[in-house]
C-alpha cells in the first residue's frame, strides 16, 4: 500500500451498502471528486447498470470514477459472518479484496455494519499485533470538538488488554490524522473514583495507569456530551448502547419540536422561525455532517457508515478516509502498536 | 405502614441531602403543600437552626410541617456503605429510621444516590423475596411518554434473575402507580436479533421469555429516545452510564445553543427567539419537571433525587411519593414478587 502525502487514494466504495444505494453512494462520490478532483481516485463497486444509470443521472463527466461489477449485495437483514462467506460476489466482499489486493487503499461502506466489520477483519486482515480492531466514533461535545467512543461496538465481551489496544489505536488515529495532541482517554464507569465499578473496569483502569498514553482515570455517562476527555473507553457492547443513544437525540428533538409545533399556532410560528437556528447549532450532531467511523486496527483504511447515509455523509466518509490515507495512518497505528508491545514486555 | 387512597401520606425528607440544601429542600416541601395542602404531612429531617431559618423566609404558616433534628450530614464525596454506618445521626439515617420505625411511609432524599440507596436497603430493608432493589428512572421519549431504564444503577454486575425481578417491580410501578397497561419490557442489546449480545443477555432473554411480562425481546441504544418501550432492562452498570448520558443531553444542547448565538448579532436574536419554545418543547428533559426516581423493592417508598434539584425538583419527588403511596404501591409489589416466585417454583 502506497501512501505519501501527495499521491492519490483510491477508494472502493460499495456502491450498494446503504439503504438509498446505489443513488446516494453515486453521488456522493461526485460531490466527494467536487471537493478533492485530484487526490481522489473511487471504485464503485456494485450492479454495474444500476451504478451507470445514477452516474449518468449525476452528470459526472471526469476519468477518477470506475465501476467494478459485483451481483451480489449484502442486506442489513444478513448474518454478517455468513454474508461475507457465502456472498462472495458481493458488493462488499469485492470492495475488500480490492483493498487486500492493493487495487485500493481505503473500503468505505454505509452497509451492514456487522458484516463491514467480518470483511475488513478478515478480508484485508488485521495489524501485526492487534488482536481486536476498534470502532471509535465521535460524538459531538460541549467543547466545539468530539469525544471518541471506543470500541463503539466492533466487538461485545472484550478483555482489560483489548481496552489498552482500543485506546492506542485511537489516540494515534486522533493525534494523527486530526492533530490532537497527547489525547486524554477517561474509562467510562459508574463514578469517577478507582474503586468503583466492575472487577473489568478495575482491571483496565490498572493497565491503562502503566501505558504511555494521556489517561485521566474514570468518567461517567456525562462525560461524553460534556467533552471531559477526546477518547471515552470501554467495551462494545456499552459503546454500541452509548453511540445508538446519543445519535437518537436528533431525531428526538424533532419529533418534540414538531409536537410543540401542534399545539398552537404561535408555537408552530416559534419553532418555524427556531429551526434554522437549531440546525446550524446542532451541525455537529448530524452524522451526514460528520461521514462515518473508521474501523481501526485495519491493514487498510476502513470507515463504516450509516445505512441512511445521504450523498453528503457519503461525501464526507470518503472525505475521512482521504484524510487518513495522507496521514498514513495503517503505517502510524503499526509503530503505535509495537511500541505499546514494546513496552509491555520490557515491564 | 397504613395506605388507604385518602389518608394523609407522611414523608421522611432528607432536608440536607442536596447541593443548595436545606434551602431547595424547605421551599420544596412548601411548594408540594401548596399543591396537596391535605394529602401530605413532612418531616424536614436536618439541622434544626438551618431548616427553621429556611422556612422562616419561606413563609409557611400550616402545621403540615415539622422538623427533626439530625446533626449530622452525608456528602456526595462519602463512601455509602462508610457513611450510613458510622453517620448514626445524619439526616439521610434518621429519615430512614423515621420510615422504618413507621412514623413516615416515604423517604424522600436529593442526598448521594449511593448513600440513599444503602440506606433504604439496610435501614428501611427490602419487600420479602427481592433480593436486589432496582432503580427505574424515566427518560423522556418521542411517544409524548417515558421510557424507564432499569436498572439505573442501583447495583452493578446484576445476574439475569435480577433483572427478571427488575422488570417485575418497574412493571408494576408502572401500571399500579402511572396506570400503565401491560407495561412492555425491551431488553438493552447490541442488535434486535435473539442470538445477539452476550452470554448475559442470552440467559436474560430465555429468562424473560418464560415471564407473564409483556417482553418484546431486545432493543437497542435508541429506542430509549425513541419509546418503543415503556421499560428498557439492563444491569446497572449499563443503565447508569446511559441515564447520565441522557441526562446531560440538555447541558449539551445550552451549550450549543450559547455557542451558536455567539456567533452572530443574528444569531444571538434567533436563539433568544427560540429559546422559550426550546424550553416548553423540551420540557420533560428538565428532571426538575419530572423529580427523581424511585428506588423499587423497598420496604416503604424511596425516592431519590439530583443533588442539583431545585424546589420545584424537590417539590415533583415528594409528589411522586404521594402518588406511589395512594397506589399502595409497597403491598402491590409485595403481590406481584409473590406471584413471579410462584411462578417460578411451579414451572
Request: charged share 25%.
Amino acid at each position: 500500500m502506497s501512501s505519501p502525502k501527495n499521491s492519490e487514494i483510491r477508494i472502493a466504495l460499495d456502491a450498494m451498502g446503504g439503504d438509498f444505494a446505489p443513488r446516494n453512494e453515486v453521488q456522493g462520490a461526485v460531490l466527494a471528486l467536487r471537493e478533492l478532483p485530484d487526490k481522489l481516485r473511487i471504485i464503485l463497486v456494485g450492479d454495474e447498470n444500476k451504478i451507470a444509470e445514477e452516474l449518468k443521472k449525476a452528470e459526472y463527466s471526469g476519468d477518477k470514477i470506475q465501476i467494478r461489477h459485483a451481483a451480489e449485495v449484502i442486506t442489513m437483514h444478513d448474518s454478517p459472518s455468513k454474508a461475507v462467506k457465502e456472498k462472495k460476489d458481493s458488493s462488499l466482499v469485492v470492495a475488500a479484496n480490492l483493498v487486500k489486493n492493493d487495487e485500493a487503499d481505503a473500503l468505505v461502506s454505509a452497509g451492514n455494519t456487522g458484516a463491514v466489520g467480518v470483511a475488513s477483519i478478515f478480508i484485508i486482515g488485521r495489524i501485526k499485533g492487534v488482536s481486536r480492531p476498534t470502532i471509535a466514533a465521535p460524538i459531538p461535545n460541549e467543547k466545539r470538538s468530539f469525544t471518541y467512543i471506543s470500541d463503539a461496538g466492533a466487538f461485545v465481551d472484550s478483555k482489560p488488554d483489548h481496552l489498552v489496544e482500543f485506546a492506542t489505536l485511537t489516540a494515534t488515529y486522533l493525534s494523527e490524522v486530526y492533530g490532537v495532541k497527547n489525547p486524554s482517554v477517561g474509562l467510562l464507569n459508574v463514578g469517577e473514583e478507582e474503586s468503583k465499578g466492575l472487577k473489568f473496569t478495575k482491571e483496565t483502569f490498572d493497565l491503562m495507569k502503566k501505558t504511555d498514553l494521556n489517561f485521566i482515570g474514570n468518567i461517567e455517562g456525562r462525560d461524553i456530551f460534556k467533552g471531559t476527555v477526546d477518547i471515552a473507553l470501554c467495551d462494545g457492547f456499552i459503546g454500541n448502547l452509548l453511540l445508538k443513544q446519543a445519535e437518537s437525540m436528533l431525531s428526538f428533538l424533532k419529533t418534540k419540536f414538531k409536537q410543540y409545533a401542534e399545539t398552537s399556532l404561535i408555537a408552530k410560528l416559534q419553532i418555524g422561525l427556531a429551526v434554522p437556528a437549531i440546525k446550524k447549532a446542532l451541525y455537529d450532531a448530524d452524522v451526514d455532517n460528520v461521514g462515518g467511523t473508521p474501523l481501526l486496527g485495519i491493514n487498510g483504511i476502513t470507515i463504516i457508515g450509516h445505512g441512511s447515509s445521504k450523498p453528503k455523509g457519503i461525501k464526507n466518509m470518503i472525505l475521512q478516509a482521504a484524510k487518513a490515507f495522507d496521514a498514513d495512518l495503517v503505517n502510524k497505528l503499526k509503530e503505535a502498536i509495537e511500541n505499546e508491545h514494546e513496552r509491555t514486555q520490557s515491564s
